[in-house]
């Protein structure tokens, strides 16, 4: 129940990312994009940013797209209320792209309870804010999931965040 799945969905995603156009991932440190995060860095086609709050990305995928560029950003479910502000106000009053994945906590198999308050919330914001928001709760469904929000999102759709569930990243258990 607890053994985190195969990486290889997520190397067949930072591929699809690229050939999606996006040469920006900006992420929080966070366990369920690791291995996502590491193939970023490696890849000289890719500037990863490290973020110290998940808001800095919103406002850094806007001046990617203003700038010719398309990004992505990477945070874990209880990073979404840090940028509920800056998502309303930069990428939905301003009509930008804006692509998330979002690993979710406080769900299946969840071992910490103070995930679950913001990881039940995370789809009800984010839809509060006018973001479309589609989900992948199988590894087999994260690449064509993506794939669709990246097409969404950059065609001059609405922000579109991806909920990565815990049946794929793995839960997290916590010993007492």
């Known amino acids: 129940m607890n053994a985190p799945v195969a990486d290889d969905w997520r190397e067949a995603l930072h591929e699809s990312l690229k050939a999606s156009g996006i040469d920006l991932v900006a992420y929080v440190p966070d366990a369920g994009h690791q291995r996502l995060i590491e193939l970023a860095e490696a890849d000289p086609a890719v500037a990863a940013v490290a ?8 406002g850094l995928a806007a001046g990617a797209w203003l700038g010719g560029r398309r990004a992505v950003v990477l945070m874990q479910s209880s990073g979404v209320g ?7 106000s930069l990428s939905r009053a301003c009509s930008l792209p804006l692509l998330l994945l979002v690993t979710m906590r406080g769900e299946w198999g969840e071992g910490n309870p103070w995930q679950v308050p913001m990881g039940q919330a995370v789809a009800p914001v984010l839809e509060a804010l006018g973001v479309v928001v589609l989900r992948a709760d199988a590894a087999a469904d994260v690449l064509p999931v993506v794939e669709a929000a990246a097409r969404m999102s950059f065609a001059g759709g609405p922000p579109v965040a991806v909920l990565i569930g815990q049946r794929v990243i793995g839960a997290k258990v916590f010993a007492r």
């Open 82 to 88: 840090n940028c509920v502000n800056a998502i309303a």
């Open 51 to 58: 973020l110290t709050s998940e808001e800095e990305g919103i």
